[in-house]
């Protein structure tokens, strides 16, 4: 635990095609229920933004769950994933 774990965010449109400049939040919740919020940089010309997410004292096989929030102008999209700790 206690390690670093890169968060890549990939925003397209129905066509496929990547979208610049959108905007990104990020919630993490911890096993324990704890949320954290993070407002990331605008995608880039991929269509890509990252975030770096220090994984606190957390044992192995705890299970964070992630919820991105993309926002275009008024549209607003939802999406989930989630990690297990390995070691």
């Known amino acids: 635990a206690n390690s670093q774990q890169d968060l890549y965010v990939v925003v397209s449109d129905q066509y ?10 990020i919630t993490i919740t911890l096993p324990d229920g704890r949320q954290n919020f ?15 997410l220090t994984v606190g004292n957390l044992a192995p096989r705890d ?12 549209e607003s999209v939802t999406g989930s994933t989630w990690f297990r700790v390995w070691w």
């Open 63 to 74: 299970v964070v769950q992630i919820e991105a929030q993309v926002m275009n102008g008024n």
């Open 38 to 52: 993070f407002r990331l940089p605008g995608t880039d010309a991929d269509g890509i933004t990252t975030l770096s």
């Open 16 to 25: 496929q095609q990547a979208m610049q400049g959108v905007d990104v939040s």
